[in-house]
């Protein structure tokens, strides 16, 4: 950063390596999304199973 050095190929994969090595993703907004769009299921942390909203139209 000082010496004006872009470092965002390392800020990517250090990015990377910390989704890839976190036990629970984010992903509850992409599995939201699909259901929405494609009546998917979506899974659950607190409970067991697939569920699917009714979504308002």
């Known amino acids: 950063v000082e010496n004006n050095i872009a470092v965002t190929g390392i800020m990517s994969t250090l990015g990377y390596l910390d989704a890839y090595s976190t036990a629970n993703m984010p992903t ?3 599995q939201a999304q699909r259901d929405y769009f ?3 299921t979506y899974q659950r ?3 067991e199973g697939s569920f699917h909203t009714k979504w308002n139209d």
């Open 38 to 40: 494609g009546a998917h």
């Open 28 to 30: 509850n907004l992409i």
């Open 45 to 47: 942390t607190d409970k």
